[in-house]
């Protein structure tokens, strides 16, 4: 199926689901579902990068936070509507991104994949130390009651959420049929032979990573007025990164369609046990199923069904 | 801002002595990652586990810590010896792309943590010894804390039997051997993998060692872990991966300067410090796909 | 007269203490049929590496058709022209192949026309063709996984025969293949020799070599000890001594 018909499909169903979930006449649907919905968003993200080319990022919060965090720079200075919030994160974390790329990734993944990690601690430490968006103490972010059309706020913000994944799901579906998904699938199977034919593999690793910061950093933008107070330990928390590598990996990470699968396998499962049991345990389920993954069924739910040969033409 | 004389000597002393501390932390890092390959960011799960251990067992029978994880040594090894057989069966002997090892540690490091919140809960937990009551030694100006002196010159002794365990024993030159030639190993009569799980079980022995040094000369609680992650391997690349004499004295440079940013600038900007250091060491580091 | 297409000065290359290459001399003139030979260990594949730019050369210099191209990558380098095999096939296993010829043809041939893309039949045509030389037509569906390690081979020449380069290295491409497969690989360099690609062909196989090469160079302890005719470089006595005497 060519890309635009695929967008519109994905608008449609997207408009059904928002149209189902207003018809249940319940908030908590929202609440929940902006958070599944985020973590399809991150999980698309990180499979960009992390999946398609084989880098591995540790540090999905740092781009998240970055997102959130440029949130509550301009609550504090001047508020802008969410979806001008979502465009100028997107800018913040791509630049971060190519930053972070550029000093990095001629390395080796493994090393690429530490310097992730430390990536997020520094920032993660200039933030505390930054008293204008709150440092450690947090920032309160009051979230409007209502808005216009659509009545509640977290309508609103849900509504921003699943555009924002149809979005991520679109973009990874037309990288991974185009030129450059050939190109991210050559890195990711072996480096060396992908540059001897002739692929710019820094070039196509940098676009990949600045892809993917950005999108992490829209799915941070609208998060302060999702949960109104943020402070850094929670917005650079380490469940972010758990869940975004989890997901993939136990959905799968070949395709567009396994971190989709694993998001919203994952995103419901964690809402279930963090309401029934804790959501210390929660995390922990987490943290199991990926491991257990990894070592059993490395290519995730959707390795489990034979693949089929077809690429469409470039 | 004036710059006092004993200000300075005392943060390069506190610097020394972290360094020595930093320097078991990282020597098991610099056997799995320096010499075996494998890139165990779980490795600082491995150490705060020492030091609840040590913990448990102070609080409820008053055992010293350090004694405590001489004792745990074996199990730590064992622990060890596991998680390799693990690692291998399910990543090196199918050839797995770096990708999945990665997300396996991850995960045991995540997991981890996760278990200690559950079991302990996130209060911070210290031990008590004598040696951390007693009164600090004075050179001059310079206030040296037991809490502090102890573990460092313990530290010492552990790295320096470990250079001598690797470059005097068949068994160490195995392992140093195991990292350039698998084939050459096996000419001589002994099995990579086993000398590869020999050495992956003595770095998470000494990650028992470390656990309790950790404790004696701080309250730990689950999360800390996390900040070691990027002072290990920023030790472990600026010292030169695999080397023992490296890692002590890229530990020490470490120290001294986290220690100065603490003194002057405050405690607050420390973990930045290691991790910006790593991120330095990392780009500028010679680059290159084939090359370490 | 024809220029030299490679000019390789001066190169050497060391792994730690350990001299790799040292002081390698030595130029190829355009359409030639170079062979390269040399005992194991000898160098000839960090050679190919520094040449195409997969290491770097600590000291000395490569021109290839008129440039410099120190400092250049290994992509860049292909593009320019010079394409190389693997000598362990390093197939892309998650792409069929078919697909693992598109690539070079996506990022090589194609990024070489600039803004005038190929269409999609092109590629398609230019892919079966490459695809053809080497006998793997029937093959292009599947996975290399599921291919023999002979036609591994052949898939990891057809990739560098796909870029369209002006110099071809191919490392050892013809371990493990049987008689009349050798003759069809020789015969196959020696067509594509005969529309303007100059060739380098690093063998064991003495037979492949003698009949292939107009010219011959002998690699020992990353030292070039001969340099000539076929002929005579294997009369030479340092050379029978070192390489064809064991």
Known sequence: MRSLPFLLISLAIAAIIFVIARLLQNDYVFFAGYTVLQFVVLATAWNILGGYTGYVNFGTAAFFALGAYTTVFFHKLYPLPIPLLIVIAALVSGLVGLGMGYLTLRLRGSFFAIATLALAVVLQTLIVNWDFVGGSRGAYVIRPREIPILGSYIQYLFLIMLLLAVAAIVTARTIERSRLGYGFATIRDDELAAEAAGVPTLKLKLIATMISGAFMGMAGAPFPYYIGYLEPSSAFGLPYAVNSIAMPMIGGTMTWIGPVIGAVLLGVIQQVATVTISSAVNLLLVGVLLVVFVVIAPNGIMGLFPKRRKKSAP | ?292 | ?246
């Open chain 2, 1 to 292: 801002m004036l710059v006092s004389y004993d200000l300075v000597l005392n943060a390069l002393i506190a610097g020394i002595l972290l360094g020595g501390f930093y320097a078991a932390v990282t020597v098991g890092i610099s056997i799995a990652f320096g010499i075996l390959d494998i890139v165990n960011i779980a490795h600082p799960a491995f150490i705060i586990l020492g030091s609840y251990i040590a913990y448990l067992v102070n609080s409820q029978f008053g055992l010293d810590p350090i004694l405590t994880s001489i004792i745990a040594l074996p199990v730590f090894y064992v622990l060890g010896a596991m998680v390799y057989q693990v690692y291998y069966l399910s990543f090196e002997r199918r050839g797995q792309d770096a990708l999945r090892g990665l997300a396996f540690f991850f995960g045991l490091l995540f997991i981890t943590e996760v278990l200690l919140i559950l079991v302990f809960g996130v209060d911070y937990r210290y031990v008590t010894a004598a040696y951390i009551d007693w009164p600090p030694l004075h050179l001059g100006v310079i206030d040296i804390p037991m809490r502090m002196l102890i573990p460092c010159l313990i530290s010492l002794a552990l790295l320096g039997t470990l250079q001598l365990f690797l470059s005097r024993t068949f068994t160490g030159r195995a392992i140093m051997a195991v990292a350039q030639d698998q084939l050459a190993l096996k000419l001589m009569a002994a099995n990579p993998i086993r000398i590869k799980r020999i050495a992956f079980g003595i770095s998470i022995a000494t990650a028992a060692m470390a656990g309790a040094f950790l404790i004696v000369i701080q309250p730990v609680e689950p999360s800390i872990g996390r900040e070691y992650i990027g002072r290990v391997f920023a030790i472990c690349v600026l010292g030169g991966l695999g080397s023992l004499p490296g890692t002590l004295i890229a530990a020490m440079l470490l120290g001294i300067v986290e220690s100065f940013t603490a003194t002057f600038y405050g405690p607050s900007w420390a973990p930045a410090v290691s991790f910006g250091i790593l991120l330095l060491t990392l780009a500028v580091r010679p680059a290159g796909i084939l090359g370490r």
């Open chain 3, 1 to 246: 007269m024809s220029e030299n297409l490679l000019q390789v000065e001066n190169l050497g290359k060391r792994f730690g203490g350990f001299v790799a290459l040292d002081a390698i001399n030595f130029n190829v003139q355009t359409g030639e049929r170079v062979g390269l030979i040399g005992p194991n260990g000898s160098g000839k594949s960090t050679l190919v590496n520094c040449l195409c730019g997969t290491l770097t050369n600590e000291t000395g210099s490569v021109h290839f058709d008129g440039r410099n191209v120190d400092g250049l990558v290994a992509h860049q380098r292909t593009r320019l022209g010079m394409a190389r095999s693997f000598q362990l096939p390093r197939p892309f296993v998650s792409l069929s192949v078919a697909e693992n010829i598109r690539v070079p043809l996506l990022y090589t041939v194609d990024a070489r026309k600039g803004l005038h893309h190929m269409k999609p039949a092109e590629l398609h045509d230019h892919c079966v063709e490459v695809l053809k030389l080497v006998g793997l037509e029937a093959k292009a569906h599947d996975s290399p996984r599921d291919l023999t390690q002979v036609e591994m081979r052949k898939l990891e020449l057809a990739r560098a025969i796909a870029a369209e380069p002006k110099l071809l290295i191919a490392d050892e491409a013809m371990a493990g293949l049987s008689q009349s497969e050798v003759t069809d690989i020789v015969a196959l360099l020696i067509r594509l020799n005969e529309r303007g690609i100059t060739v380098i062909l690093i063998e064991h196989i003495m037979r492949a070599v003698m009949s292939f090469s107009q010219r011959l160079v002998v690699l020992v302890s990353g030292r070039k000890i001969a340099d000539g005719r076929p002929d005579d470089v294997i009369r030479d006595p340092e050379v029978e001594r070192a390489y064809l005497g064991q």
